[in-house]
């Protein structure tokens, strides 16, 4: 029996261990890269970008085609000889029957056509775009599994801080009862305080929901099964920061600027690609087929004569000059936008990156201000505790002073989200997301 009892508890340890596994941010951030929907989207993306490169160069290679006709002349055509080429009079010959039949292959290939040659210098910045959407993509959700575990962070801290003031109301509904039975103490005190107790629950209660959805969250960015349980795990979060030593950033290394340069680049090709258009286009060709002719269907098919013929064909646009000018302009303007842009974006980069690294610093002060503001609350209402119990102030102090301790805890949770979104702000500013993920344990 004691044999059966110990196996029984040793099957039981592997999902003991499984239950209690808590899962730390980078943990959870490598489930999200590998399980996310959208990974699999931006790797299509690429997929999809590898195919157009094809497409493009498939304009170059050899091309051919088959074609085939098996024409019912209802009523054959005429033509008319003029009198005196054959007789006095004009004589009506038809050159076909009934039936005719015609197949042919022709092969093209193209030996110069300027605008396609430029063209394909975009499957180049084609394939390096869908690349750095790739990079960017896993830059969102690293930014949003992080946000969404700092958030449960701040929740499963406030839940702490209100069971702990729950508790302190109970004590104090207990003995201010023991009180209004002794008559020493009026009812409508520890109504006061039972006022206070309600609320408080009401918060946890919130705060609860709050969690369950932060909770939810997280899984939805992960891609974590929303039935399956998630416990992450918070040592260290709100440890203090460790900022850039440098007042500036290399902007040319943020992923979404890298982006904007590579868009301004395809919109510079395709504006050469454009312009290319007034240059001719020179295609050679094979044919080769056979026609047949026949009062009868059959006929047509036996009677087939074959014939082949090579050549080449310049191809020189001359009309279409206002529309390839007005496209021309279009695209011009566009790339100098494009450009322009990139001069904004570099500003905006580094105000992000000044204003981020400030609030980070900022914020981590008014954590630990609010850290002691807390710690002196609670001196305080332990003092009016006492004196409470001895009678030496009235409730409403006592209720004044666990008021300031819940107002120090509210702040101290403001400061702390607000660091925690500035410090992963400041990451993604920096463009560091990913490498700050790596160097995480």
């Not at 930014?143 to 302190?168: C, G, H, M, P, R």
């Not at 980070?360 to 609670?378: H, Q, S």
């Amino acid at each position: 029996m004691k044999k059966k009892n110990i196996l029984f508890w040793l099957c039981m340890l592997p999902l003991s261990l499984v239950a209690q596994q808590r899962w730390t941010l980078k943990e959870c951030i490598e489930y999200g890269l590998r399980n996310n929907r959208s990974t699999q989207v931006y790797l299509n993306e690429k997929k999809i970008a590898d195919a157009k490169a094809k497409e493009a160069l498939a304009a170059h290679l050899p091309t051919i085609s088959l074609s085939g006709t098996i024409d019912d002349n209802l009523k054959v055509q005429e033509t008319i000889i003029p009198a005196g080429v054959f007789g006095p009079t004009d004589t009506r010959v038809a050159f076909t029957k009934k039936f005719s039949t015609n197949a042919t292959a022709q092969l093209d290939q193209t030996f110069f056509d300027f605008s396609l040659i430029t063209g394909l210098k975009a499957n180049k910045y084609n394939k390096q775009q869908a690349e750095l959407n790739i990079i960017k993509n896993e830059e969102t959700i690293i930014f949003n599994i992080s946000t969404a575990y700092y958030q449960i962070f701040v929740y499963q801290e406030q839940l702490d801080f209100l069971k702990a003031n729950q508790e302190t109301y109970k004590k104090q509904m207990e003995i201010s009862r023991l009180q209004v039975n002794k008559g020493i103490l009026l009812q409508k005190e520890l109504d006061k305080i039972t006022v206070d107790y309600n609320n408080a629950v009401s918060q946890g209660v919130v705060a609860e929901s709050n969690l369950s959805l932060s909770q939810n969250q997280l899984k939805f960015e992960m891609g974590f099964p929303f039935e399956d349980p998630l416990e992450v795990e918070h040592s260290g979060v709100g440890q203090s920061p460790v900022l850039p030593t440098s007042n500036t950033i290399l902007v040319a290394g943020i992923t979404d600027y890298r982006i904007s340069q590579t868009e301004a680049k395809l919109l510079e090709i395709d504006e050469k690609r454009i312009k290319a258009g007034i240059y001719p286009k020179l295609t050679a060709y094979a044919r080769y087929g056979g026609v047949g002719f026949g009062d009868q269907l059959g006929q047509s098919f036996s009677s087939i004569s074959d014939f082949s013929v090579i050549g080449l064909k310049l191809n020189f646009p001359i009309l279409d000059f206002f529309k390839r000018n007005a496209q021309y302009n279009q695209a011009k303007f566009k790339r100098i936008n494009a450009q322009e842009n990139l001069k904004i974006d570099e500003n905006r980069y580094q105000l992000e990156y000044q204003n981020s690294r400030t609030k980070v610093t900022k914020e981590f002060i008014n954590i630990e201000n609010n850290k002691r503001t807390i710690d002196l609350a609670k001196s305080v209402l332990d003092v009016t505790d006492l004196q409470y119990q001895k009678g030496t102030v009235p409730l409403s102090e006592w209720l004044t002073a666990q008021q300031s301790l819940k107002e120090a805890q509210n702040n101290y949770l403001s400061s702390l989200y607000n660091y925690l979104l500035a410090k992963i702000e400041l990451e993604k500013a920096s463009g560091t997301l990913k490498t700050a993920y790596s160097s995480q344990h």
